[in-house]
Structure formats: structure tokens, C-alpha cells
């Protein structure tokens, strides 16, 4: 009797990329607008995730420069 192909089970998804995991929030208007006015008047006008990671740090006593490594 033949032997039977072995299926190869795969992962769904996209292959993981090492980055750090996502957090999504809900922002009402008006808050969205404060954070991309906030943005606006920085030398390098970051975008919004950005923007939101900076005033994160900010707030919690860690402000850095620019870049930031997680």
C-alpha cells in the first residue's frame, strides 16, 4: 500500500515581523484634533501615531529625542 502525502499544516496570517505589538484606541474628535494641533506645531511634524507615542512618553516622565527605541 503507498504512504499517504504528509500535509503541512501553515500558519494564517502574515509571517510575525518582530515589531511591537499594536494598540488601537478610540479618540472622540475633538481629542484627535488637539493631538494633530499638538503635531503641527513640532520642528519635524510628526504623524499622528507618532505624535501620540511622544505625549505618552511625555506624560509619564520619559521624553526623548526624536526616535524611539521599544
Known sequence: MKRSIPVIQRK???APTG?????SL?????LAERIDAWAAKQKDAPSRSEAIRRLI???LGKARAHTVDL
Open 57 to 59: 512618553q511625555k506624560a
Open 12 to 14: 494564517r496570517g502574515p
Open 19 to 23: 515589531k511591537t505589538p499594536v494598540a
Open 26 to 30: 478610540r479618540l472622540p474628535p475633538e
